[in-house]
């Protein structure tokens, strides 16, 4: 963990000894201040050492992952499972080493974790296995210490997934298409269709009516959810796969994709209050500085809650703030 003004590192942990961590996302609400980390099976949610985490504050994150403890037995927390039928996730204190250094929790799936997508609220939290078949899109509820399967069946491999930034709906994207589903109802809503050969990445615009997806094939593509179910618009800016996409959440209407190009492209994305007028999608800047190690290279990127300041990640073992 850096501070983001000095570049200076502040924490850091070895969650495992022979797994890579294939994704970090941080808890989204100011009540506490909690990260997940994903490496192979196990997900590990953890509570940074840092000054700004108040006795109070750490007090309140530690209230927050304990909390399920009363609903689990050992992870058997699904009484209507048939004899000898694992739980399709368990949950257990990580053992004295890690809790030593902040880390409290453990979940462990069937298959290989790439992706956690938090709810707004901070309860659930959905993870993306794309080997785990049947069990590759997992939805989990801190609260209750509970892990849930919503999907038996997915037309094609799980690639990514996401909740609605105001409503009840959760998105999953397989390789080529996303479908959105109204958890409350449990029923299929919408298949949007982005013509790509692979998507990589998605993500939803803070007003909930449109999207942007990355796709392998180079292609970054927009969808106005209310519009079709077809891309709104088309772009291809980068010579190599894009490997991310993010919207900025706190009031800027920026957006910006990562590519193995090396490079990032921010975009000027205005979504107007008038449903009538169309979206105001403009390129605005290409930014260069990750060097391309074996064809991989910006690998992630994401926004700063406040400022527009964009943070990548890159193969190059470097990661870069852009102001």
């Avoid at 453990?106 to 296995?129: E, L, P, Q």
């Avoid at 009840?168 to 790509?196: M, W």
């Avoid at 009516?209 to 392998?216: H, I, M, T």
């Amino acid at each position: 963990m850096w501070e983001l003004l000095t570049g200076r590192q502040v924490w850091s942990v070895k969650l495992s000894s022979d797994e890579a961590v294939n994704t970090v996302r941080w808890r989204p609400t100011k009540d506490a201040f909690i990260l997940a980390a994903a490496a192979g099976e196990d997900i590990f949610l953890m509570i940074p050492t840092h000054p700004s985490v108040t006795p109070a504050l750490d007090q309140a994150s530690r209230d927050i992952l304990n909390a399920g403890f009363g609903h689990s037995t050992n992870g058997k927390q699904q009484t209507n499972l048939p004899p000898g039928k694992e739980p399709p996730g368990k949950w257990a204190r990580p053992g004295t080493r890690l809790e030593d250094e902040g880390v409290l929790l453990r979940i462990t799936v069937r298959s290989t974790v790439k992706v956690i997508s938090w709810h707004r609220r901070g309860d659930h939290f959905a993870t993306v296995s794309p080997s785990g078949q049947r069990s590759s899109v997992a939805i989990h509820t801190l609260s209750k210490h509970l892990t849930q399967i919503p999907f038996r069946k997915l037309n094609g491999l799980a690639q990514t997934a996401a909740f609605h930034p105001l409503r009840p709906l959760f998105f999953v994207a397989t390789q080529r298409s996303i479908r959105c589903y109204d958890l409350q109802k449990l029923e299929l809503v919408k298949i949007v269709q982005p013509g790509a050969k692979w998507i990589s990445s998605f993500d939803v615009h803070p007003g909930g009516d449109n999207l942007v997806v990355g796709s392998y094939d180079k292609r970054l593509l927009w969808h106005d959810l209310d519009l079709s179910n077809r891309p709104y618009k088309t772009m291809r800016f980068h010579s190599e796969a894009i490997r991310a996409v993010r919207f900025h959440k706190g009031g800027f209407p920026l957006f910006a994709d990562a590519s193995d190009d090396g490079s990032l492209q921010i975009f000027h994305g205005k979504v107007p209050n008038d449903q009538l007028e169309n979206p105001t999608i403009v390129p605005v800047k290409m930014l260069k500085g990750h060097k391309v190690v074996n064809k991989l290279g910006v690998l992630d990127i994401d926004w700063h809650p406040r400022e527009p300041w964009c943070v990548s990640a890159g193969a190059d073992g470097t990661a870069r703030l852009w102001m």
